[in-house]
């Protein structure tokens, strides 16, 4: 009997962690990072793109420990070293050598600091609105990071999130918050990013050196009015990385992926599919 919740993928074990994925479509495997917002999971990022991108290729969307319905061991410590091996034993339990990269966010703060330590597992390499770069605070990452569970918190957390306020509707709010109140998720959520924030923007960083270093073809992707990871961010990835294009979504914020899908599936869809 299928599940009745869609954000359950299947369970595999990756490394000691138990960990929640959606695996669809054949084909030159494609793995998506989602970000790091109260209450998230890979399903609730990528449910709007998953159908398409995998019409012509195997994608897999991990939850990442600490987030979603991955478990949470005890004792664990929260840090980019950390989800590096998560990363590494989700790869290795399906046995993937060399795959594509799209990370959001937090996500592709992730698949920067993969990438500059395992070059010869990634083939191309997509970040869309992502850390990794220093950059002062936002208002909005603030919030983000800083989510006390509320309805009305949440609708401001997501609020930062649109461009297009008409997104957030009370029932979309409620139904975010009620997920970012599922048993162990506020727990493991809170004692990721404690304030003062600015550290942890910090902590997401990779070496300018080390980035600059990258040589995977990479599609760095922006929404122009991101109040969460300022622009500011794209424009330094795309100054660093020799072998990167810069693409900036007008009228949109930092849901690239939700707020622009057509124009994502189509830059991310041509991208991966261009000849090595």
Partial sequence: MANANAEIGRAVKAGDIE???????????????????????????????????????RVIAPDMVGFGFTQRPAGIQYGLDTWVEHLVGI???????????VGNSFGGALSLAFAIKFPERVR???????????????????????????VANMRKVMDYFAYDRSLISDE??????????????????????????????EALTSPEEHIRAIRNKTLILHGRDDRVVPLETSLRLNQLIEPSQLHVFGQCGHWV????????????????SEPD
């Fill in 172 to 201: 979309l709010a409620k139904l975010r918050y009620n997920a970012s109140i599922r048993p162990g998720f506020q727990e493991a959520f809170s004692a990721m990013f404690p304030a003062p924030q600015q550290r942890w923007v």
């Fill in 257 to 272: 992926q939700i707020e622009q899908t057509r124009g994502f599936l189509h830059l991310v869809g041509e991208f991966l």
């Fill in 19 to 57: 960990t929640n994925l959606h695996d669809v479509g054949t084909g030159q495997p494609v793995v998506l990072i989602h970000g790091s917002g109260p209450g998230v999971t890979a399903w609730a990022n990528w449910r709007l793109v998953l159908p398409e991108l995998s019409e012509s290729r």
């Fill in 124 to 150: 191309r390499l997509v970040l869309m609105g992502a850390a990794g770069v220093s950059f002062r605070l936002t208002q909005g990452l603030q919030a983000v990071w800083g989510y006390e569970p509320s």
């Fill in 91 to 101: 790869l290795d339990a399906l046995e993937l050598d060399h795959v594509d990269l």
